[in-house]
Every structure is written in C-alpha cells, then in structure tokens.
C-alpha cells in the first residue's frame, strides 16, 4: 500500500516517488547528454571552386565522391551548402564544395 487512508504516502509510497524522480532525472541526463553529443560533430572542411564552361554539378561532384561514397550524395551536399534551388550552375560561378577527408 503505497497511500494511507488520509491521503498521505507511506514510507514505501515516498520511497516509490523518489526512486520515479531519480530515474527520471538520470533517463533526462543520458538522452539530453547523448543529444548534445551529435551536435558537436566537427565541421565538414570546404573549399571554393568556379565552374568552368561545360561544366556540371553532377561532373563536378563525380570528381570529390570518394570511394564508396555516392556522386548523388555528393551532389546533394554541395546544393545544401549552396542553398541552390537545383542542380545547375552556370560557367563562372563560384560554389562551395566538400573536401575530401
């Protein structure tokens, strides 16, 4: 029984609140600590480069994908870092591009 008659905790009832509070506390620690974590990853370095004639976003990014690694992940990169509304470029134009690691 963890309330008596009045209203009141028993001892085992306190005990109950307690043990809820700190495991509460200890889950809000663990996830909070492990959230903040992944938002301290290290930048990705980049580097500037100006399209020449002929050029394309997916030529480009098929030169920097590195073993393994996707051209459209790659392309997709770069039109995030350069808030670009799509995939092309015109010649002259200077974008920021992924180093390799």
């Known amino acids: 029984m963890l309330m008596r008659p009045d ?11 307690t043990f809820m509070f700190f495991a509460l506390v200890v ?3 663990i ?10 990853t290290a930048p990705k370095p980049i580097d500037t480069y100006t ?3 002929g050029e394309t976003l ?5 030169t920097l994908a590195g073993p ?4 459209r992940d ?12 799509g995939a092309s470029i015109r010649a002259g134009e200077q ?3 992924p180093v390799a690691p």
């Open 7 to 17: 209203g009141r905790l028993t001892r085992q009832g306190r005990l109950a609140r």
């Open 27 to 29: 889950t809000g620690v």
């Open 31 to 40: 996830v909070g600590s492990q959230a903040f974590a992944e938002g301290l």
């Open 51 to 53: 399209a020449q004639s």
């Open 58 to 62: 997916w030529g480009i990014a098929s």
């Open 68 to 71: 393994g690694q996707s051209t």
């Open 74 to 85: 790659v392309v997709d990169e770069i039109i995030v870092l350069n808030d670009l509304d």
């Open 95 to 97: 974008i920021l591009i």
